[in-house]
């Protein structure tokens, strides 16, 4: 483990997302309506669709572009849709947003 | 061997520890009392029911003056501890030095003052003791009087409350968008802000205080960074407490947040030890009683060489105001893996969500009814494994099988006079008594009273009465609900957000049942659409509920770039308008399309580059063309009679006037206008939402045409002769459409619901028009503004939160 810290949990939008650049790829950091953090990959397995940029309602995000809807938890689509986006240690410590590089090397290596 | 102890501070936590050593061996200390304040222990907490006259000082105090010298105490209430000398292990009070042999430190912790200017006037006071507390009873005997706390926790709130229970006229300002926002969600948060209100408090959220205003030396109001004023004779901090570590770091001994402290509640010196809110245990500090008093437990053991260690538990809060009754515990926030159990009764005002995780309960929301609070509260700390209850676990202890929420309670809880049916001035009352008469269903309820008989936007809630009327014996239609998170309809949902005056959406969720914590992609634009639509001055408009075209200000394209449309009045521009745009291209390396809608866009922009190009198209005077919105979108106009041999009338003039006077307004679909000079119709104005056809006698206004995946003409809404009258026509038709229609139904598709008579016949009433265009307007003095200026000024928002491309790879 090695924990980076990316920013304030109050840089996110309650209900919204920032996104992380990373070598592993654009890395969304979402927010929910409860104060909870999520790292999630940001490309929809669909076709791409920025996930930092949908509406982000309970513990799920919906995909701007074609409104496929993913659990932040495991990254499961939901419903009728079969598909699976990345989720990354992320964690919240007095406000700081921590994520895990280590991690996030690996899957790069991977 | 009698030791000598002595003890700093006499309060809640360090009182607990005397009584347990006591207990358990009075003669092993000779005991010094130190407290600052005047007096001895006494209950804290029991502060405000003293403030709301509940309860009298004498009731509150825990140890008197017998207690004291039945232990052989000795007392220096009133003297402060000015300096602790270890090496020569004596305390030095105010009034003389104390050796010890043990030494005991609770001094608690001091109000946190924001150092806002002003802060130091006369009348600016902390919630803390005894003298606080008398300076807001002292407020309660003058007549009129005034006051101002800052901070929506428990404390500013029971100071709230307290001063209101003496007839003070009290205003409580917080930042956040809730109140109590580290104990409760937004729903809960809302319901207590709702008691508040009820009990004449003022709440305002989201609110920054910039300065306390004085006269005399005296706090006179508060002034907030929006400008507003806030009068007041006395003004209460209430805003956080910051442990009272000063005696302890000037003695050198190892501080951090709080005093360090061991498990046993040594500190980094054998000989003294400390408890309370002072201390810091394992990076935890403190700000609620109940693990205090097991920090007193173990300190009076640790004292008697007994071996005890202090763990930190959970907590639960509870405010002690009444009427709101709110119980929050545990942890609801932050972690993987985790699911809410919600439950809602809106007639009753009740709200409980659970969390579970890994089948155990880990936090609990309940407000309105928090009878089961203690049982949730103790599956907490017990961690109880709760498989086998989970399904009905919300329902409480007493569950005894059967039983969700009802989704027609909140019809059901409509008084008779509340009005149904719009249109015909139809009541509950009036259309229960028809049932009762022998109106059995939709038809004959129409027939006999009208309800529901004109628009039919209440059809639904017509046959909701029906069925909370005839209980099993009438069957309810399938309509069609918003989505999965509710059972009501587009229809339903306006029509009760309007009638119960909901003007928030945790408002809505809590009133309406809804079944998720805050909506989905579906329901979510839709809700936060109707409310500024219905409430333009109250309701903030959300972009988090917004779809990324509304919320960035531009069109995602489907390589993730975004394209840039700024407005061309009626598709005129000029010489410097074009140029800047050629210069925008140039910079930001967009293609340059013309459009359809009679202007220019700027294709291939990075996010990244949106503020930027906003802003160097605005310095050359261009604002948004909402090419991406549920709003207006362009006026489309020919050249008309200034150039046209054919021309009537100023077409152009009129497109422009009427696009001025539109623009920035949120509507439930997009909204596209086209004015032509004459029936050549060169501006292709009748297949748009709104058309102006200019003949010799005046215009022809038309309305509900499309030309998409369906394409049909306008239908023909009035002639009028001026061009004020085409404004107030227009005006007045697109207002209704915002107020009525359901979310993404385009013009053509809600009149064809409601029918075009209607429209004609409300429009057509004088009163009624100007009174639509008066609504208008109130909305448009909020929302006729350049998005693209107010991102501007939030730029830092589109660039990403991190880069961690540089990152070593390990
Ligand atoms: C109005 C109010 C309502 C509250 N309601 C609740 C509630 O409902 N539930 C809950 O769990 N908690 C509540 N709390 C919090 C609770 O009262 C505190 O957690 C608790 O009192 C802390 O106990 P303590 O012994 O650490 O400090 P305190 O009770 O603050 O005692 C510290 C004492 O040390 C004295 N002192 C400090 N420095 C010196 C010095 N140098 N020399 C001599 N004496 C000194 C101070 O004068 C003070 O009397 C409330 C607090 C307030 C103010
Ligand atoms: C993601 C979906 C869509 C995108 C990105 C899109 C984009 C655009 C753009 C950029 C324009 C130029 C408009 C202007 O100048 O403001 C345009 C015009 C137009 N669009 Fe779309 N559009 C979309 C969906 C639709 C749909 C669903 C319809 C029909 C219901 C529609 C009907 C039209 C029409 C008729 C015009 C021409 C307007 C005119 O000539 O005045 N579009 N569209
Ligand atoms: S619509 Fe009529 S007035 Fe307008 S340009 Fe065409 S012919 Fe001329
Ligand atoms: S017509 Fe179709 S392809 Fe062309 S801009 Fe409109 S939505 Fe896109
Ligand atoms: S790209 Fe995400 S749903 Fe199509």
Redesign the interface.
């Known amino acids: 483990m090695?924990w980076?810290d990316?920013?304030h949990i109050d840089?996110?939008?309650?209900?919204?997302a920032?996104?992380?650049?990373?070598?592993a790829g654009?890395v969304a950091?979402f927010r929910t309506?409860?104060?909870?953090?999520?790292a999630a990959s940001d490309s929809c397995p669909h076709?791409?669709g920025?996930l930092s940029?949908?509406?982000?309602?309970?513990?799920?995000v919906?995909c701007?572009?074609h409104?496929w809807?993913f659990s932040l938890?495991t990254g499961e689509a939901q419903g009728a849709d079969e598909g699976r986006i990345a989720?990354y240690p992320i964690?919240?410590e007095e406000g700081r947003?921590l994520?895990d590089?280590?991690e996030?090397?690996a899957r790069?290596?991977a | 061997m009698t030791q000598k102890l002595v003890v700093i501070g006499a309060g809640m936590a360090s009182g607990r520890m005397l009584e347990h050593l006591f207990d358990a061996d009075p003669d092993a200390y000779d005991v010094t009392l130190f407290n600052a304040e005047p007096r001895g222990n006494y209950n804290r907490l029991m502060l405000s029911p003293v403030l709301s006259g509940d309860k009298t000082y004498d009731e509150i105090v825990t140890h008197d003056a017998d207690w004291y010298a039945a232990n052989g105490v000795t007392c220096r209430f009133g003297e402060r501890v000015v300096e602790i000398d270890r090496a020569r292990k004596v305390v030095v009070g105010e009034q003389g030095e104390v050796p010890y042999d043990k030494l005991v430190l609770g001094t608690g912790s001091n109000p946190f003052m924001i150092p806002l200017p002003g802060h130091d006037l006369e009348g600016v006071i902390p919630y803390r003791d005894l003298e606080d507390t008398q300076a807001m009873m002292g407020l309660g005997d003058t007549p009129g009087a005034r006051a101002v706390v800052i901070g929506g926790g428990l404390l500013g709130l029971e100071a709230a409350a307290g001063m209101a229970a003496r007839g003070i006229d009290v205003a409580v300002v917080h930042i956040m968008g809730h109140l109590m926002e580290r104990q409760l969600d937004e729903a809960a948060g809302y319901l207590l802000r709702k008691s508040l209100a009820d009990k004449g408090i003022t709440v305002m959220c989201q609110a920054n205080s910039k300065e306390i205003v004085g006269e005399n030396g005296r706090v006179k109001a508060l002034r907030l960074d929006d400008g507003t004023e806030l009068p007041c004779d006395l003004l209460v901090m209430a805003v956080g407490i910051r442990p009272n570590i000063k005696l302890a770091e000037t003695a050198g001994l190892a501080t951090g947040k709080g005093i360090h402290v061991d498990d046993r509640m040594i500190t980094s010196d054998a000989d003294v030890l400390a408890l309370g809110e002072c201390v810091e245990h394992r990076g935890a500090i403190f700000g609620l009683v109940a693990p205090l008093y097991d920090q007193a437990k173990v300190l009076a053991s640790t004292l008697l060489g007994e071996e005890a260690a202090f763990v930190n538990k959970e907590v639960s809060t509870k405010l002690k105001v009444t009427g709101c009754d709110l119980f929050s515990a545990g942890d609801f926030a932050e972690g993987e893996g985790r699911e809410d159990i919600v439950f809602r009764d809106p007639a009753r005002g009740v709200y409980k969500r659970l969390v579970l995780q890994d089948n155990r309960i880990v936090g609990a929301v309940m407000y309105g009814d928090t009878a089961d609070g203690a049982w949730f509260y103790n599956h907490i700390k017990e961690g109880t494994d709760v498989a086998d209850m989970r399904d009905t676990l919300i329902f409480g202890p007493a569950f005894q099988g059967g039983g969700t929420a009802d989704p027609l309670a909140a019809v059901a809880a409509l008084p008779d006079d509340a009005e149904i049916c719009g249109c015909n001035g139809v009541c509950k009352g009036t259309i229960v008594e028809a049932i009762e008469g022998g109106a059995v269903d939709l038809g004959a309820v129409r027939a006999t009273t009208k309800a529901s008989n004109s628009c039919g936007t209440c059809t639904g809630l017509v046959e909701q009465v029906l069925a909370v009327t005839l209980g099993d014996d009438f069957a309810m239609p399938a309509a069609q609900p918003v989505c999965g998170c509710t059972d009501l309809t587009h229809e339903d949902v306006r029509r009760l957000i309007k009638s119960q005056e909901l003007k928030s959406q945790p408002a809505v969720w809590q009133e309406l049942g809804w079944k998720t914590p805050n909506g989905c992609h579906v329901c979510r634009p839709a809700v936060n659409f109707y409310l500024l639509a219905d409430w333009p001055l109250d309701y903030m408009d959300d972009p988090q509920s917004r779809f990324v075209n509304e919320r960035n200000h531009a069109n995602i394209q489907k390589d993730g770039t975004y394209s840039v449309m700024p407005r061309m009045w009626g598709g005129m521009t000029d010489a410097a308008e074009l140029r800047a745009i050629a210069d925008a291209a140039d910079k930001y390396g967009a293609a340059v399309k013309v459009t359809g809608g009679q202007r220019i866009d700027l294709l291939g922009v990075q996010k990244e580059d949106l503020p930027d190009i906003w802003r160097d198209l605005n310095a050359a005077g261009m604002v948004s063309g909402h090419a991406y919105s549920k709003g207006l979108r362009t006026v489309k106009t020919c050249v008309g009679k200034d150039w046209c041999r054919f021309g009537t009338q100023d077409s152009t003039g009129l497109g422009i006037r009427l696009e001025k006077l539109l623009w920035g307004s949120w509507t439930p679909h997009k909204v596209k206008l086209g004015v032509s000079g004459c029936p050549r119709n060169c501006a292709e104005a009748t297949c748009k939402d709104v058309g102006v056809v200019c003949v010799d006698s005046g215009y022809q206004v038309s309305v509900a045409g499309a030309a998409g995946m369906e394409v049909k003409e306008t239908e023909p809404l009035v002639n009028v002769t001026t061009e004020d009258e085409v404004v107030e026509w227009v005006t007045a038709f697109i207002q209704l459409y915002r107020e009525q229609a359901k979310y993404l139904d385009r013009p053509y598709k809600w009149v064809a619901k409601v029918g075009l008579d209607w429209v004609q016949e409300t429009l057509g009433d004088r009163a009624e028009r100007a009174a639509l265009v008066e609504r208008f307007e109130i909305s448009q003095s909020v929302y006729r503004t350049d998005p693209w200026a107010a991102e501007v000024a939030k730029s830092e928002r589109y660039a990403p939160l991190a880069n961690l491309m540089l990152e070593a790879a390990e």
């Open positions: 090695n980076i990316i920013g840089d996110i939008p309650e209900r919204g920032r996104l992380v650049k990373t070598r654009c950091v309506g409860a104060d909870e953090v999520f076709k791409g920025p940029e949908g509406i982000v309602h309970g513990r799920h919906t701007p572009l409104n809807v938890e989720t964690r919240v947003l994520l590089a280590a996030l090397a790069s290596a």
